[in-house]
């Protein structure tokens, strides 16, 4: 191996220890502060170990409330953001190709947009119409923008699809709806999945666009907000912590299960 390889392998190592310690270190940070006495989210200095933070978790009603209202409304912003999302990738991918650019810029301005604006223009039309802020608005401004991940990801895993499989299900006489759930929806299944999953990550995480359409409804993200102006707990980092196992585990059986259905085929 001569020199400029071993350097540039090197110089790759460097970027790559780099790249996953600033990812994963914060995270380690958080999961740390869990554990100390400091009533203050912090690892320095450190004045002993312990588990009360998790007694205060659970004992935290307010949040354990925020933390529901979170989950209801990513829920629903699945149901509404992957059929559409879905639709609009299934649109998109049948137009033209001149036609296919113009209404793809349309299609992904809402990612272009601050979540601020979202949430304002939201509010301010469905004003009009007598709807003050709640749950509706909520699952309506966050899917705004959260269809356009759906699609983005449909519309890479069609460009894989084989559109002579269509073909030859119609010529053997199979309609156009059972073309769609016996072969594209199989094929499509996988990208569905992880845009589902997405969709709620997304859902849970967003506090711009939530801020402004809420109403008296308080999701997570707001509800630590306010607790960051009141008085953070270790607590928190608790339920992060909580939260990052419950991921961290769901993606290993995932992808144990995909291994083991792969070795059956």
Known sequence: ??????????????????????????????????????????VTPWRGTTLEWFNQLAADTGMWQALWT???VAVLVVLVSVPIGTAAALVL?????????????????????????IGISTLVLWRQLGVGG?????????????????????IARLQR?????????????ASRFMVFRRVLLPFLKPALIAAGFLAVLQSIENY???????GFETPLTV???TKVRTGLTPAVNALALIMIAVTIVGAVIYEVVR???ERQR
């Open 70 to 72: 979170s989950f209801i």
């Open 259 to 261: 291994r083991r259905s």
């Open 208 to 214: 711009n666009t939530t801020l402004f359409v809420r």
């Open 1 to 42: 191996m001569s020199m400029a390889d071993r350097i540039l392998r090197g110089l790759f190592g460097f970027y790559f220890a780099a790249f996953f310690v600033y990812l994963f270190a914060p995270l380690v940070i958080m999961a740390a502060a869990t554990f100390n006495t400091s009533r203050f989210p912090t």
């Open 223 to 225: 509800f630590i907000a």
């Open 93 to 117: 991918t049948s137009l033209h190709a001149r036609a296919r650019s113009f209404m793809y810029a349309v299609m992904v301005s809402p990612l272009l947009t601050p979540g601020v604006v």
């Open 161 to 173: 699809f084989d559109r002579t499989q269509e073909e030859a299900a119609i010529g053997l006489g």
């Open 134 to 154: 709640g749950l509706f608005l909520i699952v309506l401004a966050q899917s705004t923008f959260i269809i356009c991940y759906v699609m983005l990801m449909v």
